[in-house]
T-cell receptor, first 113, second 114 residues
């Protein structure tokens, strides 16, 4: 079965510190990996994606993510967190075999001043 | 927001009544999707469309039907609403003409079934 796991319901970090939001996946075929962010009472916004190529991908608002095939992970990172980064973050994967997007359950990021 | 609108934005209805949610896009995208968002579940795919009159089921399709008679409109119908269908519903499109591209989401519809 295809799935995405975000092992942390919430991540707390101080402003200015680096942040990591974890994601692991299980799919058949080549994975297409995505990160989305959702601010309160808003729709989801696309942050970045990995299709192929360089394992480190850069996206919007200074975020980046590292694809690790051997660990089947795609962790979201940012070198210096901002209070305005506080939001709900979703990892998602499209299986190369199905073309359907599967979401993790989401991780709430709380950045404190 | 890739020109996606949803209507209504909020709705309260009673158990057993039919409900139709509308998704409208202005950029001629081929693929359109309906998801529901519930705490602890992320977003789950209800139905999707890969062209006019071409639709297929997603992960949680029971109790829902869809129609797409025009490229720009994708309708989600709850035949007989139940309390378990209380949720936030999001419409999405896939950028370009491929289902493997990033998706862009509408603002959502909050549905409450009493």
């Amino acid at each position: 079965a295809q799935s995405v796991a975000q092992p942390e319901d919430q991540v707390n970090v101080a402003e200015g510190n680096p942040l990591t939001v974890k994601c692991t996946y299980s799919v058949s075929g080549n994975p297409y990996l995505f990160w989305y962010v959702q601010y309160p009472n808003r729709g989801l916004q696309f942050l970045l994606k990995y299709i192929t190529g360089d394992n480190l991908v850069k996206g919007s608002y200074g975020f980046e993510a590292e694809f690790n095939k051997s660990q089947t992970s795609f962790h979201l990172k940012k070198p210096s967190a901002l209070v305005s980064d506080s939001a709900l973050y979703f990892c998602a994967v499209i299986s190369g075999n199905t073309g359907k997007l599967i979401f993790g359950q989401g991780t709430t990021l709380q950045v404190k001043p | 927001d890739a020109g996606i609108t949803q209507s209504p934005r909020h709705k309260v209805t009673e158990t057993g009544t039919p409900v139709t949610l509308r998704c409208h896009q202005t950029e001629n995208h081929r693929y359109m999707y309906w998801y529901r968002q519930d705490p602890g579940h992320g977003l789950r795919l209800i139905h999707y469309s890969y062209g006019v009159k071409d639709t297929d089921k997603g992960e949680v399709s029971d109790g829902y039907s869809v129609s797409r008679s025009k490229t720009e409109d994708f309708l989600l119908t709850l035949e007989s609403a139940t309390s378990s269908q209380t949720s936030v519903y999001f419409c999405a499109i896939s950028s370009g003409q491929s289902s493997y591209n990033e998706q862009f989401f509408g603002p959502g519809t909050r549905l409450t079934v009493l």
